[in-house]
C-alpha cells in the first residue's frame, strides 16, 4: 500500500521559509498570497492491505520519528 | 572523573570536546561511535556539536534513535549528567531529555558570532563555576538555533530553574524576552 504523510508546522509555530516564500510570490506579482506554510511529504510503501493496520503502523511512525509533535502536526494519507 | 563523547557520522565538534575535556578533567574521555550500545561507565556524557547524519528529516532526528543515544537516555534516567552542546543539544530535545524543540532560525541565515549570556544560575553542576547574574562571550554557530516550548513548558522551566544562560548585552543587561538555551 502506499501511503504519503503530511507533516506540518503546528499553528502559531513560527516559519520563516513559509514567509519568505510568501514574500517571493508576492514579489512576483501574485497578488492576494498569504498564509503561506512550508511542510513536507514523506511517501512510504507498506507490505499491509488492511487500512487500519496501516494507519496504526504509520501513526507510530510519525510520533516515533516522522514528526516531531513539540513542534509538528501530521496527517496520514493511504492509497488503497 | 571519567567522560564520554558520542561521535556521530557529521559530528564536526568531537574534537573539540576531546580537547576541552582533556585540559578540565585531566585524563583522556572515551570516544564512543554511535553504533555502540554499550559504552564504560563515566561520570558524564557529552554530544558534540555538528551535522549528525547530515540533519536528515530534522536536526538530531535520525541520532536520538541510535544505539548510543538509547543507552544515554538510559544513563541520563540513572542520573549521569548528560551535557549536549549544539547538535547535542538538539539531539536532547529529540530524545526528550529536554523538553522543547528548535527551530529554523528566524532570518533563515546560519548564525556564526560571538553573543553574550548572562548565568541564571550557579546551581547547577554544569555552571557552578559561574557567579549568577555574571555576563559571558560565547562563540554560537546554528542555523536551528531558535528555542521553542510552550508557554506552560517554559514556565516551569523558570520556575525550577532550569535556564542556565540568557542571551545580554555585553553589560549583562537581558536583552531578549524570551529565554533560549544557547547552542556554542
Given amino acids: ?80 | 572523573m571519567k567522560a564520554a563523547v558520542i561521535v556521530f557520522p557529521g559530528s564536526n565538534c568531537d574534537r573539540d570536546v576531546q580537547v576541552a575535556l582533556r585540559q578540565s578533567m585531566g585524563g583522556d574521555p572515551v570516544m564512543v561511535w554511535h553504533k555502540e550500545g554499550g559504552f564504560p561507565d563515566v561520570d558524564l556524557i557529552v554530544l558534540p556539536g555538528g551535522f549528525s547524519y547530515g540533519d536528515y528529516l530534522r536536526c538530531g532526528a535520525m541520532a536520538a534513535h541510535s544505539p548510543a543515544l538509547k543507552e544515554v537516555v538510559r544513563r541520563a534516567a540513572k542520573g549521569v549528567p548528560v551535557l549536549g552542546i549544539c547538535n547535542g543539544f538538539q539531539m536532547l530535545t529529540e530524545t526528550g531529555l529536554l523538553p522543547g524543540a528548535l527551530l529554523r532560525n528566524g532570518n533563515l541565515k546560519f548564525v556564526c558570532k560571538d553573543v553574550h549570556v548572562k548565568v541564571e544560575t550557579s546551581q547547577s553542576l554544569f555552571t557552578a563555576r559561574y557567579e549568577t547574574g555574571q555576563a559571558l562571550r560565547i562563540p554560537v554557530a546554528h542555523h536551528d538555533g531558535n528555542y521553542y516550548a510552550d508557554a506552560e513548558t517554559l514556565e516551569r522551566l523558570e520556575d525550577r530553574g532550569q535556564i542556565a544562560f540568557r542571551y545580554c548585552a555585553p553589560d549583562g543587561r537581558v536583552t531578549a524576552e524570551a529565554p533560549r538555551p544557547c547552542s556554542a
Avoid at chain 1, 502559531?12 to 506554510?37: N, S, T
Fill in chain 1, 1 to 80: 500500500m502506499q501511503v504519503r504523510v503530511h507533516v506540518t508546522l503546528k499553528p502559531g509555530v513560527l516559519d520563516p521559509q513559509g514567509k519568505a516564500i510568501e514574500h517571493a510570490l508576492q514579489a512576483l506579482g501574485f497578488a492576494g498570497v498569504g498564509g503561506v506554510r512550508q511542510g513536507k511529504v514523506i511517501e512510504l510503501t507498506l507490505d499491509e492491505d488492511d487500512p487500519a493496520r496501516a494507519r496504526e503502523s504509520v501513526e507510530a511512525m510519525c510520533r516515533q520519528l516522522l514528526a516531531n509533535t513539540v513542534i509538528e502536526n501530521y496527517a496520514i494519507e493511504l492509497d488503497t
